[in-house]
T-cell receptor, first 114, second 114 residues
Framework: EPEVTQTPSHQVTQMGQEVILRCVPISNHLYFYWYRQILGQKVEFLVSFYNNEISEKSEIFDDQFSVERPDGSNFTLKIRSTKLEDSAMYFC????????????FGDGTRLSIL | GESVGLHLPTLSVQEGDNSIINCAYSNSASDYFIWYKQESGKGPQFIIDIRSNMDKRQGQRVTVLLNKTVKHLSLQIAATQPGDSAVYFCAENAGGTSYGKLTFGQGTILTVHP
């Protein structure tokens, strides 16, 4: 069964450094998403991406965040200057449609900011 | 505002029992709902979904019920097994101008005792 894959599984970074989280969505999906989950809290939406542009973003997704689909298979989340509060699990998801189709999630990248 | 909440943060059942996990949502514009299962160290795993034009949908051992009048969603798991132990999240999509953004509930921890 096709799945979303994310790398790395764990990323440790010094505060203020840039970090790039990588995702390979399911191959025939067209809609891509990033969510995050702070330890012990619920999953929070960050951004949706379609047709090479951001469709929707949350208030969490400020100027420090950016997303990119650099080629036909990868989808990346960049945090330009990390803060301690960026420590969380980051999940990538993809779906065949923006509505009425389930989003399938990867197993996440645990980001630890020191 | 948009929010999805759960009545019970934990649920403990015996193997073979039926489980019911509840979820309340507040956004009457939501038109698509998903239940996810999250095991430790994994991303949310799709279980079942339902559109707002339905009030019941069945899958393998799982049933989702939607009551739009009281904005309530439930997940029923028949003959619960130890492998069903996980955190269960409901998620809603607001439809309209939303491009797939899912709003998640806090989650219910299901523990199945052999």
């Amino acid at each position: 069964e096709p799945e979303v894959t994310q790398t790395p599984s764990h990323q440790v970074t010094q505060m203020g450094q840039e970090v790039i989280l990588r995702c390979v969505p399911i191959s025939n999906h067209l809609y891509f998403y990033w969510y995050r989950q702070i330890l012990g809290q619920k999953v929070e939406f960050l951004v949706s991406f379609y047709n090479n542009e951001i469709s929707e973003k949350s208030e969490i997704f400020d100027d420090q965040f950016s997303v990119e689909r650099p080629d036909g298979s990868n989808f990346t989340l960049k945090i330009r200057s990390t803060k301690l509060e960026d420590s969380a699990m980051y999940f990538c998801a993809s779906s065949g449609s923006a509505r009425n189709q389930p989003q399938h999630f990867g197993d996440g990248t645990r980001l630890s900011i020191l | 505002g948009e929010s999805v909440g759960l009545h019970l943060p934990t649920l403990s059942v015996q193997e073979g029992d039926n489980s019911i996990i509840n979820c309340a949502y507040s956004n009457s514009a939501s038109d698509y709902f998903i239940w996810y299962k999250q095991e430790s160290g994994k991303g949310p795993q799709f279980i079942i979904d339902i559109r707002s034009n339905m009030d019941k949908r069945q899958g393998q051992r799982v049933t989702v019920l939607l009551n739009k009048t009281v904005k309530h969603l439930s997940l029923q798991i028949a003959a619960t097994q130890p492998g069903d132990s996980a955190v269960y999240f409901c998620a809603e999509n607001a439809g309209g101008t939303s491009y797939g953004k899912l709003t998640f509930g806090q989650g219910t921890i299901l523990t199945v005792h052999p």
